[in-house]
C-alpha cells in the first residue's frame, strides 16, 4: 500500500512452505481478503520471501508469468524482498542455522542473484508513480559464533572472505542499472550475534572492507573512477532497519541514523518488528516471577538472543533465552529478547514489548523521511505462547492497521 511515509506490506516469511505451489497457495490465501480489508480500492504492496527451492521454480517462465498475471488481476505488487532465511524457516528446527549458506559461500551468491533478476521482473514499474527502485534484505554476513571472535585475523579473514562474495552480486546490480535504469540495492539486515550485529558494525564493515575491495572490483570490471565506484557503492548495499534487532541492542533510533547520515549510507527498506523486554525488580520473588514469564517464550525453533544491561548500563549479551535464563543474576536490570511479538500489544504481563521505538522510527520517518520501503515482519505466530495465537489472516490484518494508525497519528 502507498502509505503517506511509503509502501508498506507485510513479510511473506510469516507463510510456512518451502516450495513455489507452497508460496503461491498461501498468498492466494491470504493477500485477497487482507486487501480487500485494508486496501480495496489501491494497490496492495507484498513483501516477497522465497525460499531457495522457490526462487528456482519461479524462474520457469510459465510460473513467473501465472505470478504476474495473478499479481495484475488483484491489483497487488511486490515492492520488496526478503534475502535472509535461505532454506526452511517454518516447522523445523532453525535457530543458528538460518545463516546458512552465508556470505562465504557461491550458494548465498547465487540466491540471491536470482531474487534480485526475479524482483526486476515484477516491479511495477509502469503502475502509477512506478517503482524504478527497491531492495532485497539479507544476512548480516554470517553468525558470529561461527568464527573464533577474538581472533582479529580470523575475523578480518571472514569480513574479507564475505565481502568479496556480496561483490559480485555489487556487480550485477551496476549491470541491471545500466541495462534497464532500475536502482536496486541489497540491504544487510545487522542481528543480534550475526556478524554484522549493530548499526556501528555495519558502518565500520562498509568503511574498512566493502569500500577499498569494491573501489578495486567495481574499478577492474566496469572501469568506474573511484568516486563513481564509490557511488555506486552507497546506492547498491544499503541497511536493513529492523527495529527489534537495533532495540534489543538498545540502539536509538535517532542516534543510528544520524550516524549513517554522517556517513553517507542509506537505509534500503524500514522492517518494523517488535522485541520483548522487561526491568527488573529489586524483589527476588518478583525477579523470578518475570524470569517465569520469559520462560513462556523459550521455544525450539528460532534464536531468541537476549541482551541484559547492567546499572551501570553495560550490556552482557546471550547466544539464546535457555543460556540468559541460567545466567541471570541480581546485576540485571532489564533484559530485551529477539523474540518477534505482535505489533499491536504493549504488554505481556510483566514483560514489555518495543513497540514504543517503531512509533519512534515512523516519527523520523515522517520528519525526514530515509526510505520508500516499510515492511511488517513478525513471523513468529506458529511458536507464540497459546493464549496469544490468533487466526494467521487476522494476525496479519491487524497488524497492517495497528502500522496504519500510527502513521496517521505521527506527530
Known amino acids: 500500500m502507498k502509505t ?9 516469511n510469516i507463510h510456512a512452505g518451502e516450495h513455489w505451489a507452497d508460496h503461491f497457495i498461501a498468498l492466494q490465501h491470504a493477500i485477497p481478503t487482507i486487501k480487500q480489508k485494508l486496501s480495496p480500492d489501491a494497490p496492495f504492496g507484498i513483501g516477497l520471501r522465497l525460499s531457495n527451492i522457490a526462487s528456482v521454480e519461479l524462474t520457469q517462465p510459465e510460473r513467473l508469468k501465472e505470478f504476474q498475471n495473478w499479481l495484475t488481476d488483484n491489483d497487488c505488487y511486490v515492492f520488496t524482498m526478503n534475502g535472509f532465511p535461505y532454506g526452511g524457516f517454518h516447522n523445523t528446527r532453525v535457530k543458528d542455522q538460518v545463516h546458512a549458506p552465508d556470505w562465504r559461500t557461491p550458494e548465498r551468491v547465487d540466491y540471491t542473484i536470482r531474487l534480485f533478476r526475479l524482483l526486476t521482473a515484477l516491479l511495477p514499474i509502469n503502475m502509477a508513480g512506478g517503482i524504478t527502485e527497491a531492495g532485497i534484505s539479507t544476512s548480516p554476513l554470517s553468525y558470529r559464533y561461527w568464527f573464533q571472535w577474538n581472533n582479529r585475523d580470523e575475523r578480518d579473514l571472514a569480513f574479507e572472505a564475505t565481502t568479496q562474495r556480496l561483490m559480485t552480486v555489487v556487480e550485477e546490480l551496476v549491470r541491471i542499472k545500466q541495462a534497464e535504469g532500475i536502482s536496486l540495492h541489497l540491504d544487510l539486515e545487522p ?32 572501469g568506474l573512477s573511484a568516486g563513481e565506484a564509490e557511488a555506486a557503492l552507497r546506492e547498491h548495499v544499503q541497511l536493513c532497519y529492523d527495529v527489534c534487532h537495533f532495540a534489543v541492542g538498545y540502539e536509538r533510533p535517532e542516534e543510528v541514523l544520524k550516524k549513517l547520515k ?32 520469559f520462560r513462556q517464550f523459550n521455544e525450539p525453533t528460532y534464536l531468541h538472543q537476549v541482551v541484559a544491561r547492567d546499572s551501570n548500563g553495560d550490556l552482557m549479551r546471550f547466544p539464546d533465552l535457555p543460556e540468559a535464563l541460567l545466567a541471570f543474576d541480581a546485576s540485571h536490570v532489564e533484559w530485551r529478547s529477539h523474540f518477534h511479538v505482535p505489533l499491536f500489544v504493549a504488554d505481556y504481563g510483566l514483560l514489555q514489548s518495543t513497540q514504543e521505538d517503531i512509533t519512534e522510527v515512523l516519527r523520523l520517518q515522517k520528519e525526514n523521511p530515509f526510505t520508500q520501503q516499510l515492511e511488517v515482519e513478525t513471523y513468529t505466530w506458529e511458536v507464540l505462547p497459546e493464549d496469544m495465537k490468533l487466526r494467521l489472516n487476522d494476525s496479519i490484518g491487524r497488524e497492517l492497521e495497528w502500522v496504519l494508525k500510527e502513521i496517521l497519528n505521527v506527530k
Not at 4 to 12: A, E, I, S, V
Not at 262 to 281: C, R
Open 191 to 222: 542481528e543480534p550475534d550475526g556478524l554484522l550485529e549493530t548499526g556501528d558494525e555495519f558502518i565500520e564493515w562498509f568503511n574498512l572492507y566493502l569500500l577499498p575491495i569494491g573501489l578495486e572490483r567495481l574499478n577492474d570490471e566496469f
Open 4 to 12: 503517506p511515509l511509503g509502501h508498506l506490506g507485510y513479510c511473506t
Open 262 to 293: 554522517d556517513n553517507d549510507l542509506k537505509v534500503g527498506k524500514i522492517q518494523i518488528s517488535a522485541a520483548l523486554k522487561a526491568t527488573f525488580p529489586v524483589e527476588e520473588n518478583s525477579r523470578e516471577a518475570v524470569l517465569d514469564q
